[in-house]
């Protein structure tokens, strides 16, 4: 999970030295406030103390499970930013951005038994409308694209459902899952599901997880997690020119090859080496977008 680690300093070291405003994701219809009055999930006591998410709570308070936790929400640091901005823009809570720490721990690279693909856990078949997969590129390891499909999915979801925990329920089992099993058994919360049989063994635990972290790394001082949203980056996209390699743009940018490839994992070795067929679209850290300044001559 998470950087090379051989890389690893070299990377953060360009990486947080941002000043750069983020480029804008769409802007929707926000979600209706009634449901998501201060911007957030209300998940309340009686979730928390529920032996489901309890169980949970006591794995992730674990020193094992502490050490874990910080380990994701630093390898998250870098799209943090990215991800708060779409969110907004989607009129989605905050607290969603805990959907990727249970999908992935925010590794791009990540891989289920299934073919589920990117932080955001995309499968080839549920995206190949909206998200480029071809022998050059597979965006769903594009952080950048695939938040804007997350958001997408997890608005859909809730519109599908007007419940978040159904929502999120939803973005694991799928949304006709969820939906025959509420009218199997006539339940109208995840809580009535879950004393069911009609969800998979995955999802039956995806949502406790969720609950689980996001209410310890909301009290991250709490539980001596170090939670430093305000140093994440900012990310802008810069077009580069068919058959561009990655030697090209680094000679000509100063920014080494190795660090371009960790700031764009979606590019397959032939695109790194030779560049695309059509113009494309990279992602840069902050400060360093104006060093792709020629580029726009």
Known sequence: MGWNKIRRSTVIALLFASTVTVAAAP?????????????????????????????????????????????????????WRHIETVFH??????????????????????????????????????????????????????FYRSTIGAAEKLRHNYLVF?????????????????????????????????????????????????????????????YGLIHSRNQSPEWRRVAVPPRTGFSYLSERSGIPPSVLMEWNPQFHPSAVRSGTETTTYINVSGAYFERFDWLSD
């Open 162 to 222: 007007n419940d978040w925990l159904l929502a999120i329920a939803a973005y694991n089992a799928g949304v006709g899952h969820i939906r025959r099993a509420l009218e199997e058994t006539g339940s109208s919360t995840y809580w009535d599901l879950l004393g069911t049989d009609t969800l998979p063994d995955q999802t039956r635990s995806y949502v406790p997880r969720f609950i689980a972290v996001s209410y310890l790394a909301g009290r991250a001082g709490r």
């Open 89 to 142: 823009e989607y009129g989605l809570p905050k607290q969603l951005v805990y959907v990727a720490l249970i999908e992935s721990g925010f590794d791009p690279h990540a891989v289920s038994r299934s073919g589920a693909v990117g932080i955001w856990q995309f499968m080839d078949h549920s995206v190949e409308d909206w998200m480029i997969i071809n022998s050059e590129i597979d965006e769903r390891r594009d």
């Open 27 to 79: 802007v929707v219809q926000p979600l209706p406030t009634r449901h998501v009055p201060d911007g957030t999930i209300d998940i309340g006591k009686d979730a928390v103390s529920h032996p489901s998410v309890h169980a949970y709570l006591e794995e992730y308070r674990s020193p094992a499970g502490l050490r874990g936790l910080q380990n994701s929400l630093n390898d998250g640091l870098p799209y």
